[in-house]
């Protein structure tokens, strides 16, 4: 595994018009690109995630796994605006000599993929065979199998969309309420917001799990293992909010938090292309959707207009208990759901699935 930086040296406009003097990105490559050149898997990570996919989703990244570094050559990009070493709010403004704290510019889910490009070209990638992103994961990958139709052979896209929902608008602006009123949010510190995102955080796992998890994992007669701070009687699910919020504030900082929901917010595959159909319809790879039966933040029918949208697209349901992060968690259903479809024995994958 190697983690290094990707230094570009020229002016690169965001959607929004703003024009930086260059940027950087860490990526994380396992495994080697072989001579045919036609070896690479591109992950596309999620909100909070870094760039190495053997850290976040060792059920399928790694040695013996299905993406095994033995037979592909793996990158993942720390997207920008993250806190894993690619430009973020907390590093320095070259033009001001200052961090950017709030000043950090947004960059949507289109400027990502566009950023991406030139790291792509450095490395010598002339087509990738797969590439594949869950949730913000997702919504990159669909962006770019719409920007270079012929640059993927196949895509496999998890509970995402194609553009984002008033319901996900919601629950993000939610979140960046409680950064808002964190009484230091306004201060120009790196801690700054930082407990208005712990309660972001519980917030958002509302969204990722659901009820019927939540009775699984935390239920009332659990005796809770997370540090309990609290006179409510240590109550499993309370702690266990706490707890991620801490967990978050330990790894990540408010500013990017913020702006990072803020790029998921303004993804929109049909802006200036005519409607999101027209720009699902120019995705040329072979395509494999999936969705999560329990997933209240990115739900099925999502996943289902993307599939209806792209040409020959096949659509797969996964039953999981775990909600929105069934993703992350079913491995070993997506990894039999990956193998009929890279194998391309479609008849055989039919018969599994229920259209």
């Known amino acids: ?24 990105l860490a990526y994380t490559t396992l495994g080697k690109l072989n001579a045919r050149k036609d070896n690479v898997v591109w992950v596309f990570h999620a909100l909070t995630a870094n760039s190495n996919p053997a850290d976040w989703w060792p059920g399928l990244v790694g040695e013996g796994r299905f993406f095994d570094p033995a037979k592909y050559f793996i990158i993942c990009v720390n997207m920008p605006g993250s806190c894993y070493g690619s430009i973020g709010p907390l590093e320095i403004n070259p033009q001001t000599g ?17 950023a991406y490009k030139p790291l792509k070209d450095f490395l010598g990638i002339e087509k990738i065979d797969i590439g594949i992103g869950g949730s913000m994961g997702g919504q990159q990958l ?11 052979d196949h895509i496999v896209a998890l509970a995402t969309n194609a553009q984002h929902s008033p319901w996900g608008i919601a629950l993000n602006a939610s979140q960046r309420m409680c950064i808002e009123t964190d009484a230091t949010w ?3 510190t790196q801690e700054a917001g930082i407990n208005g995102m712990k309660a972001a955080r519980s917030v958002a796992l509302l969204s990722y799990r659901n009820y019927n998890t939540y009775n699984l994992t935390q ?33 990540f900082n408010a500013f990017s938090y913020y702006r990072l929901g803020q790029g998921m917010d303004a993804h929109d595959l049909g802006r200036g292309r005519g409607s999101v159909e027209e720009a699902l319809r120019r995705i040329t790879a072979k395509t494999l959707v999936i969705g999560i039966t329990s997933d209240l933040l990115f739900p099925p029918e999502e996943q289902v207009r993307i599939a209806d949208g792209i040409p020959g697209a096949i659509y797969q349901l996964i039953e999981s208990l775990y909600g929105h992060d069934g993703f992350l968690l079913e491995y070993e259903k997506i990894e039999q759901a990956l193998r009929h479809f890279i194998r391309e024995d479609v008849l055989s994958y039919l018969k599994i699935i229920n259209r």
Not at 17 to 24: A, D, E, M, N, S
Not at 98 to 114: A, C, G, I, K, N
Not at 145 to 151: G, K, R, S
Not at 222 to 247: D, I, L, M
């Open 1 to 24: 595994m190697a983690t290094e930086i990707f230094e570009y040296k020229q002016p690169f406009t965001l959607e929004n018009g703003t024009v930086l003097p260059g940027y950087h």
């Open 98 to 114: 200052e961090r950017w704290y709030h000043s950090f510019p947004l960059f949507t889910t289109r400027d990502m993929v566009r």
């Open 142 to 152: 669909l962006e770019w199998a719409v920007e270079e139709p012929q640059l993927f």
């Open 186 to 188: 306004q201060t120009n």
């Open 219 to 251: 239920p009332r007669d659990k005796k809770t293992a997370w540090p309990v701070s609290h006179n409510f009687g240590g109550e499993a699910a309370e702690s266990y909010q706490r707890y991620q919020g801490e967990k978050l504030a330990n790894r």
